[in-house]
């Protein structure tokens, strides 16, 4: 499974953008997709996550009320609109698909993930 992000970029505060995620490959429709971010000189942190039915996204407290995941099963793709951005949100921001379902105590850590994408550079300038 190859995971191709796309969508980061330079805004300013209080803008938004929306980063997109194509899996390719032997991808399984009933596995969790998450999206994470490290900034540099800090460890990678998990940000959202949707598993496969859609319904109830988790979202890390930093992003909650200003992120939105998203998923098309149909078209292997998550998608992360990302609005009222601050600086703080600056970072390399990378998806990640588990080869299967995820249960819910484990979507937050990062080794629950079994594939990852090569990353998408965000900077919110001040």
């Known amino acids: 499974v190859q995971l191709q992000a796309s969508g980061g970029g330079l805004v300013q505060v209080g803008g938004s953008l929306s980063l997109s995620c194509v899996a390719s490959g032997n991808t399984y429709s009933k596995n969790t997709l998450g999206w994470f971010r490290q900034a540099p000189g800090k460890e990678r942190e998990f940000v959202a996550a949707i598993r496969w039915g859609g319904a109830n996204p988790y979202y890390a407290d930093s992003v909650k009320g200003r992120f939105t995941i998203s998923r098309d099963n149909a078209r292997n793709t998550v998608h992360l609109q990302m609005n009222s951005l601050k600086p703080e949100d600056t970072a390399v921001y990378h998806c990640?698909?588990?080869?299967?379902?995820?249960?819910?105590?484990?979507?937050?850590?990062?080794?629950?993930?079994?594939?990852w994408g090569q990353g998408t550079q965000v900077t919110v300038s001040s």
């Open positions: 990640a698909a588990s080869r299967l379902g995820v249960i819910l105590s484990q979507v937050r850590r990062a080794e629950a993930y079994d594939y």
